[in-house]
């Protein structure tokens, strides 16, 4: 069977993904950099938005 791709992720699941605290998440959150969806009180990051995250947070190291 073909497990199903998961399309948002709680903040505690972004936080074990980039091994962080997970209120580092909620501060990126707070700030606007990284985006979410609020369905009420519960706040979810889609994979599209993680993506995006993680695209404009990567840096080219020093030679």
């Known amino acids: ?3 199903e791709t998961k399309e948002f992720y709680t903040p505690e699941e972004i ?3 980039l091994q962080v605290n997970k209120m580092t998440v ?3 959150m707070e700030r606007g950099e ?3 969806h609020q ?3 519960l706040k979810r990051i889609s994979s599209d938005d ?3 995250f993680l695209d404009q947070s990567r840096r ?3 030679n």
């Open 39 to 41: 369905i009420g009180k």
């Open 26 to 28: 909620y501060r990126l």
């Open 15 to 17: 936080a074990d993904r």
């Open 34 to 36: 990284l985006q979410y």
């Open 50 to 52: 993680f993506q995006a």
């Open 60 to 62: 080219q190291g020093k």
């Open 1 to 3: 069977m073909e497990q």
